[in-house]
């Protein structure tokens, strides 16, 4: 039987393709609404964001570092410089393979580790979009060979800049300081968004404690750049504003004399205006070239600085720490007629040394047989031991401290410089936090002579001394002498204020010290009447001796058979004219043996340069 055919259903066909048309259709319908809303809300609601986004794309925002403000001393010789040169800028951003590049661009010009080294520390903490410097100081030849391949490196750019440079080398680095590459420390304690573009920041002397006021603020320019990230053209400029002048106290003709007049030996030299406080030098042997480290020195020559046993970056001036000597005893001189003890009045007797009762132990004199019947003016003139042991007996160390710290002994002067030491000034409650020790009565004696725990920077022994040739008035010293807008075209003083005032109950106290002080240098028997031969002027000062190592109670000091480094420190402090006294200088000669015969004459020097040479003598230039 054959089989049967179904018939087709044409009406059911018809139904299901008319349905699966309305489907499509409003498939078809619903996309094309969909794409009309799409582009109504890129086109309407969106335009603003998206064109944004384009113009970022095709603008770029770029920062303009200010140039910094330049230093001078006081009588406009330029200290610190600002050189135009080329920089070689990489943008990590527009950089398709970094690495790469850097191996490539190694081959072209030169590009040592250290410059790699800096460039990812620096990468590190940038955004990607940042320029950040890869070599600095560029040759011309080095920039033509660049510029012949540059379009093999996208996102790389030469560009110029502005570099630190110190004309005097040496001369004032410890003042002054350098700048060196910002880190991620110094990003922490600036506006960073002042920092956009700015390579290099202060590091040490004035260069760090006035960055503020050299820095300036930044300015911005927006660049039209094209896919590579290459600058076609500028299309607005905001410019930045130059950071500050300085113009310090410093006389940078007296700070060569002084520096020359110390030769080989170390130690530490400054020098006070009196009238205003002023430094006029600070003086710190040996010293170093701050240049190497403008754009970052090699790690070999870095080594040799930091490895140096003579520390030539250390700022001895500022943080060296030395036993005063005997210039603490016009001090304690002072503070011995204020007290209105007997042995101010009366004297002692010196048999060349002091022994307390129940003890066999002797505090020996300098002289082995004593300076006999001896008061208080002989007593700073031949610079006596035994007058001032017992001294320390009548006073306690606890008045001892407390007039000596009105000098500003064991406290910060205020100065305008970074991380200035305070020094030590010893007492029995000091030995206890630092020690865990209780305080002996030999300490005492040992302190009246500027020995034992005491400690001070040639600084504050500076200061001091201006402030005994004040009679007591105290002015904080400074650095900057006034600071410079070129913007305004305005001049700001920084001229140092007066802090206080160490008061006496007899004026003729204070002459009665400095007549002593000026029979040191200029009287019959004084320990620095050596160094004051020939001087048209009259002046005061103090010879001081700091022992390194304490010797054994039998031993004698035999300074031939000693090594250099054991060898004591020399010391003098001095003001001049006495009348009317307009400079006060510190001067520490480490291991340089006695303070009449070798710090003295430095300081004369400086004394003289600075009376007698007078300004007219000062070059624009230093050679």
């Avoid at 990590?92 to 081959?107: A, I, S």
């Avoid at 009762?357 to 020996?364: A, D, K, L, Q, V």
């Avoid at 007698?612 to 230093?622: A, F």
Wanted: hydrophobic share 40%; net charge positive; charged share 25%.
């Amino acid at each position: 039987m054959a089989p049967r055919i179904k018939l087709k259903d044409s009406a059911l066909e018809k139904r299901l393709f008319n349905r699966r048309v309305i489907v499509v259709g409003l498939l078809i319908l619903g996309g094309f609404v969909a794409i009309v809303m799409r582009l109504a809300f890129l086109q309407i609601q969106s335009h603003e964001h998206f064109v944004t986004l384009s113009q970022e794309n095709r603008i770029r925002l770029r920062p303009i570092a200010p140039p910094r403000g330049l230093i001078y001393d006081r009588n406009g010789v330029l200290l610190a410089d600002n050189l135009p040169s080329f920089r070689l800028d990489v943008f990590p951003e527009n950089v398709p393979n970094l690495n790469d590049t850097l191996t490539k661009l190694g081959r072209l010009i030169e590009i040592k580790p250290s410059d790699i080294s800096r460039f990812q520390a620096q990468k590190k903490q940038n955004r990607i979009f940042d320029a950040i410097p890869l070599r600095y100081q560029l040759t011309e030849q080095e920039i033509a060979i660049f510029s012949a391949s540059r379009h093999h490196f996208p996102g790389v750019e030469i560009q110029a800049s502005l570099n630190r440079f110190y004309p005097h080398r040496e001369l004032l680095a410890h003042v002054i300081g350098y700048t060196g590459a910002l880190d991620e420390k110094d990003i922490k304690r600036v506006d960073e968004g002042n920092y956009l573009g700015t390579t290099h920041i202060g590091k040490g002397g004035v260069e760090s404690f006035y960055e503020d006021i050299l820095h300036g603020q930044v300015g911005h320019e927006e660049v039209e750049i094209n896919a590579q990230g290459r600058s076609l053209r500028v299309l607005e400029s905001v410019p930045p504003k130059a950071g500050n002048n300085l113009y310090l106290g410093i006389d940078a003709r007296l700070q060569k004399v002084a520096m020359d007049a110390m030769g080989e030996h170390q130690g530490a030299l400054v020098a006070i205006e009196v009238n205003s406080g002023e430094v006029l030098a600070m003086v710190s042997m040996p010293s170093y070239d701050p240049n190497p480290f403008v754009h970052g020195i090699d790690v070999k020559s870095y080594q040799a600085l930091n490895t140096d046993k003579h520390h030539p970056m250390l700022n001895r001036a500022l943080y060296g720490q030395y036993p005063p000597g005997s210039t603490i005893k016009p001090f304690m001189g002072l503070a011995d007629l204020e007290s209105s003890l007997p042995l101010g009045k009366d004297g002692i007797f010196c048999p060349g040394f002091y022994q307390l009762e129940g003890s066999g132990f002797r505090f020996r004199d300098w002289r082995r047989g004593g300076h006999g019947t001896v008061n208080l003016h002989r007593a700073i003139v031949e610079s006596c031991d035994v007058y001032f042991y017992q001294l320390s007996m009548k006073l306690g160390i606890d008045r001892m401290h407390e007039y000596l710290s009105k000098f500003g002994f064991g406290v910060r002067t205020g100065i305008d410089m970074p991380k200035e030491r305070r020094g030590v000034l010893p007492n029995p409650e000091w030995k206890k936090r630092v020690y865990k020790q209780n305080w002996y009565i030999g300490e005492t004696i040992n302190a009246s002579i500027g020995q034992g725990y005491t400690l001070v920077t040639p600084l504050q022994l500076a200061q001091a001394t201006a402030i005994m040739a004040r009679n007591g008035k105290i002015i904080a010293p400074r650095l900057v002498k006034t600071t410079y807008d070129p913007g305004k075209n305005t001049h700001e003083s920084k001229t140092p204020f007066d802090v206080g005032e160490v008061t006496v109950a007899n004026p003729d106290n204070w002459k009665k010290v400095i007549a002593a002080m000026h029979d040191v240098v200029q009287g019959q028997g004084g320990t620095a009447r050596a160094a004051s031969a020939g001087a048209p002027y009259q002046f005061a000062g103090k010879t001081g001796t700091a022992q390194v190592f304490t010797l054994g109670r039998d031993e004698k000091y035999n300074e031939k058979e000693l090594a250099r480094e054991l060898q004591d420190h020399a010391l003098f402090i001095a003001f001049a004219p006495l009348d009317r006294p307009k400079i006060a200088v510190a001067i520490i000669v480490e291991h340089g043996g006695h303070g009449g015969s070798v710090a003295a004459p430095i300081v004369r020097k400086v004394i003289d340069a600075y009376l007698l040479e007078g300004d007219h003598d000062i070059p624009r230039k230093l050679p």
